[in-house]
């Protein structure tokens, strides 16, 4: 006999087409209407709230009153929660960010009870491969999720093993037909019975076992109230079925007993064959998505090393702090909100949270630098410039940086009294009272100079060193000059095209490249969800345009600036019309140090048209069937073209499987000899184009107007969620981004690019202190040294992924992990004495000792593996 497991749910997205106060005030109805019953009716026993803490943290806000009620719910196994802080996004979201979102939601739930220990996604666009590794460092065996799978990952079932490339696996439930089948169930045999045989069709075939899930709930959905009515109805129509009031655990416990046969598969679920994943949602609002990749970089590379350097000198971690920042960009990173499939209203609250995390971010960083900075023990009463190195491992590099100082002339000192060689490249006359208002205030007018310094130095690892501002009676330098000539590095040499374009010659190589950086520009029929071409057009590219170069160069490094108008149809129907009155700004500025193979890309785009979309080609000359990108804490091989191609049609896909594909810090091609690496720190979405597929296209963005629309050409049939005007999605106006480019010897996992990738998107920090600050503050009473490093690594192969103080005690924790396809040894020495280190999982708890052997620890990692050392 089939028994059939009705779970009481809602699934509640914080915000959508809705806003997130108008949820609120639909959450503090329901939570009454789903207390009540739980506490009145012996007979139903169980309520998931969407497995995310954040809807209590809104309900909460509003009914304060009501948290021991919910509690003694949540103790007594009736109203289920955890483990998530919110439904998060698994495609452009970073992998620290999934481990917080894991770790607040979990300490969260457990302020109330146990948390479901089920990886529960059931509406993100799409699972990462690394998602089982994730869920098991945090002991969660269990997940369900609906979009993404078909047949051909191995089966056609819909319970198997979902195994990482490290070995961790997790048992999945699949939700086949999605969360909602269960939605608002009719009291009218005929109609109930219409809509259930349809879904115990698709059920009953992908079974393993006898029992069946039925979830019950929908998006913001009420408690049904009149579920035993529903249930003696569902027993008349199937007598030879059992029908309960159930929880996701129980299926599980049925499935375990089942476990050696089911499949195991493997890799990441991104197929729209069953089920929309929208894999060009990926660029929508790239406003949105370009602020959250630099905030993501800030909290991780910049501001919880900088706090940990901190601590480890005596200061406060705020731990309180950060914790508010994790969780108002947490907030953003449910499936909606991310993929900005939203209405404008929502958008605009999305940009506000990211406004205010950057703010929180951006101010606390500046603390920490100030606070160890101040504290600087030493004899040299002057101004300073401290640089910070947040990577493990001593760094030479080009130093840009600013000097403020009423000084007319000055040299830069290190701390043994050596002069250190740098050049102005520009100084700016500075209001004092911009500075600090208390110096004009006292009739003081005279005005500081803010200097912009360049020099070139080697900094310590995971620390910093400081150089003294001292009066000086010698001109400074100011080599830099302007040239129409070619670039000339140690690595490149690197020509200006008339269109703006780049020609490159890569010295190491003996190789040539033309026509980088060229912009495609083609129409966009489709809406937040999906790119949708228009039918036989014309794509435009930036390759007969008139640009304006200026190149600067001294020693350190060459500056580009280029600009030009791209000429585009400004709407759909002027496109159709072939007609072209308007246009796209181009700014774009180059940074080519001397001493290293990279090229770093400023972008500021000013779009004055409507429906289309804009990418930036990289012209490779490799033709390959495959492309590397990153994932969470590992990388990934991907076909160039997706072979479902050929059948999608065929097979009724619910969308054309174009192989448009997420990264979150760099994308690359190569054979045996070379490679070119494309990072970001802004634009999460590539595609591997050209008649050979030799060409990395990133998209810079997609300007829609729609939320949803029906009958796109690559995603036939319905709007993906509701049609509904979004014009602020037309991105008119102007637009950042941010790029790298490195061509390099050997492929791209061998050059390992994951390393290149995280020390682009790790620069240098700087803290100029003068005596004057418009904030102040009382000495701290701790000495620190003018120069100072906490950690290194003794061999280079692993990526820092962080370093953070510990949640729960006064220690620290460093996580990293292995990007390439060998497996590496992590060798760190640290500084300080270390009494003690042993492995932690992501939930930071204890999996086994290390031995501390002459102040290191030595452990090995696997390929796409991630490993945490609590020291």
Known sequence: ?????????????????????????????????????????????YYILDGQTSVLEDY????PENKERVKKLVQAGKLIIGPWYTQTDEMVVGGESIVRNLLYGLKDSREFGEPMMIGYLPDSFGQSSQMPQIFNGFDIKHTIFWRGTSERHGTDKTEFYWQADDGSRVLVQLLPLGYAIGKYLPEAEEALKARIDKY???????????????????????????????????????????????????????????????PTLKGEFLDGKYMRVHRSIYSTRMDIKAA??????????????????????????????????????????????IGCCCSDKVHREICNRFFLAEEKTDQLINFYKRKIVDSIDTAWNTDRVTAFNLLPYEREDVLTTTVITKLKTFDLLDE??????????????????????????????????????????????????????????????TNTVETTDQIETDYYRIGVNSNGTLSIFDKRLNRSFDRVLLLENGGDDGDEYDYSPLADEMLIYSDSVPARTEIWQNRFAATVNIRYELPVPGDLEKRKARVIDSSIGVYIKLTIPNHKPVIEVELELDNHAKDHRVRMLIPTGIASSFSVSDNQFGCIKRGVVDMAMHVWEQENWDERPDAIYPMLSFAG??????????????????????????TIAVTLFRSVGFLGKENLLRRPGRPSGIKLATPDSQMLGKLSLQFALSIHPGAVMVANAGRMAKEYLTPIQFYNKIPHDAMKLN??????????????????????????????????????????DEVTTALFHFTPAVMAAQTVNLNEQPTGKLEVKDNQVELSVAPNQVRSVLF
Do not use: C
């Open 1 to 45: 006999m089939k028994k059939v497991h009705i779970v009481p749910h809602m699934h509640w997205d914080r915000e959508w087409y809705f806003s997130t106060e108008e949820s609120r005030i639909l959450l503090v109805n329901n939570m009454e209407e789903i207390m009540h019953m739980l506490e009145t009716n012996s007979d139903y026993p």
């Open 60 to 63: 909460f806000a509003a009914k």
């Open 200 to 262: 115990f069709a698709v059920l009953d075939r992908g079974a393993t076992t006898e029992h069946i899930l039925l979830p019950n709930g929908h998006d913001q959905m009420p408690i049904q109230k009149n579920i035993f009515t529903i249930m003696e109805k569902l027993r008349k129509l199937y007598p030879d079925r059992q029908f309960f009031l159930s929880k996701y655990e129980h299926i599980f416990d049925q499935l375990e007993k089942k476990a050696d046969l089911l």
């Open 292 to 337: 959250n990749a630099r905030i993501e970089n800030k909290l991780t590379n910049i501001l919880e090393p900088l706090a940990s350097l901190a601590y480890s000198l005596g200061f406060e971690y705020h731990h309180g702090l950060i914790e508010l920042i994790w969780k108002e960009i947490m907030k953003n990173h449910a499936h909606d909100s």
């Open 416 to 477: 043994q009294g050596n002069a250190v060689e740098f050049e102005v490249l520009d100084s700016e006359v500075k209001d004092p009272g911009l500075i600090d208002r208390q110096i004009v205030h006292y009739g003081n007018y005279d005005p500081f100079v803010k200097y912009t310094v360049q020099l070139r130095d080697r900094l310590p690892a995971m620390g910093y060193k400081t150089y003294f501002v001292k009066d000086s009676a010698t001109d400074m330098l």
């Open 669 to 694: 091609l190569s054979n045996d000899d070379f490679g070119v690496t494309l990072m970001t720190g802004s634009s999460r979405e590539f595609e591997i184009i050209g008649d050979h597929f030799d």
């Open 779 to 820: 000495p701290s009473g701790i000495h620190t040294p003018a120069s100072y490093s906490f950690l290194r690594e003794v061999q280079p192969g692993v990526v820092l992924s962080t370093l953070k103080k510990a949640e729960n005690s006064n220690r620290f924790v460093l996580r990293f992990y292995n990007p390439t």
